[in-house]
């Protein structure tokens, strides 16, 4: 596509809930990554995907946050037994992945994720 | 770990003025750093990038530095104009590919 595209844009649920934030990156765009905005904060990396396969899962807080992108295309964020620490935006980014220094991320509006 | 460091609070400035924005990066070498802009409700959108062994890079009414002694970059608007009211955010890219943000610096241009 044009750009990256994220739904939904806008999410509430309550603690406890289970969540799905999608990503749809630019076509070619073989890196894909995830980051967290809280409110005057900057992005908290979360994970980075390399293909299919998840090259630094490192940012994760714990194991309620998953994420696949099972067809190096789409990506799926996935929190379970959701808190209400987890409220924040969260931004999807893709890159062609060029070499270290030359990698320019182009980000999706957000999904703003509010657990009550 | 690795850190960056904006000026947290809001710089007002005069439209016409050149905003001067400031980011102290870690210590890792060699340096990459990018500037981009956030606006309320948006994703961040890229504007500049630097690399170590560059003093400094421009681009239309924008202009970054990097000062490898002070491990500091700034960035310059000139003849600002109150649509380049935003959040400003540097990151460094340290070779892991995921770059990594700093808090950001709101900038307000009155008219």
């Known amino acids: 596509g044009a750009g990256v595209s994220q739904t939904p844009s806008n999410k509430v649920t309550e603690k406890g809930k289970y969540v799905e934030l999608r990503c749809d990156p630019i076509?070619?765009?073989?890196?894909l990554y995830w980051y967290r905005q809280s409110l005057g904060q900057g992005p908290e990396f979360l994970i980075y995907f390399q293909g299919t396969g998840a090259a630094d899962d490192s940012g994760l807080p714990n194991d309620r946050f998953f994420a696949v992108r099972p067809e190096g295309s789409v990506s799926t964020l996935k929190i379970q037994r959701t808190e209400r620490g987890d409220s924040a935006v969260y931004l999807c980014a893709s890159s062609p992945d060029r070499e270290v220094g030359a990698n320019v991320l182009t980000f999706g509006a957000g999904s703003r994720l509010t657990v009550l | 770990s690795q850190k960056i460091e904006q000026n947290s609070e809001a710089l007002n400035i005069q439209e016409g003025k050149t905003a001067t924005l400031t980011c102290n990066y870690t210590?890792?070498?060699?340096?990459?750093l990018q500037w981009y802009r956030q606006d309320p409700g948006r994703g961040p959108v890229f504007l500049l990038l630097?690399?170590?062994?560059?003093k400094e890079k421009r681009k239309e009414r924008l202009k970054v530095t990097f000062d490898t002694t002070l491990k500091q970059s700034l960035f310059h608007i000139t003849a600002s104009q109150p649509a380049d009211s935003a959040t400003y955010l540097c990151a460094q890219d340290t070779g892991r590919r995921a770059l990594t943000f700093g808090s950001g610096t709101r900038l307000q241009v009155q008219p």
């Open positions: 210590n890792y070498s060699p340096a990459y």
């Open positions: 630097i690399r170590e062994n560059e």
């Open positions: 076509s070619g765009h073989t890196a």
